[in-house]
């Protein structure tokens, strides 16, 4: 079975990190690129980075920009979000997910995690 399974979220507080993994499971990562999405209550699933297939490529949203870094470890089949100075405004399901290239569309993505809830909150 194809599977995306995100790991390492849960409740910090203002200004600290936390680090976020992508593990896929039935599959190779290899030859997709990752994109990582959040979802806060009452809004839409946004992109908010992206790593190419090789990891020579990586696209930020700007507010995310200097906080966030992402990696991946196709060695272990695993990608990371690094998220350092987290604003209670980072509250959100986070998910990941695999697809040709990198896009901020969710219908550009084949397979998708089942998401791990971030809470920034003192």
């Known amino acids: 079975q194809l599977q995306l399974v995100e790991s390492g979220g849960g409740l910090v507080q203002p200004g600290g990190s936390l680090r976020l993994s992508c593990a896929a499971s039935?599959?190779?990562?290899?030859?997709?690129?990752i994109g990582w999405f959040r979802q806060a209550p009452g809004k839409e699933r946004e992109g908010i980075s992206c790593?190419?297939?090789?990891?020579?490529?990586?696209n930020y949203v700007d507010s995310m920009k200097g906080r966030f870094t992402i990696s991946r470890d196709n060695a272990k089949n695993t990608v990371y979000l690094q998220m350092n100075s987290l604003k209670p405004e980072d509250t959100a399901v986070y998910y990941c997910?695999?697809?040709?290239?990198?896009?901020?569309?969710?219908?550009?993505?084949?397979?998708w995690g089942q998401g791990t809830q971030v809470t920034v909150s003192s």
């Open positions: 997910a695999a697809g040709g290239y990198c896009s901020a569309l969710v219908v550009e993505y084949d397979y």
């Open positions: 039935g599959f190779t990562l290899d030859y997709y690129a």
């Open positions: 790593i190419s297939s090789s990891g020579g490529s990586r």
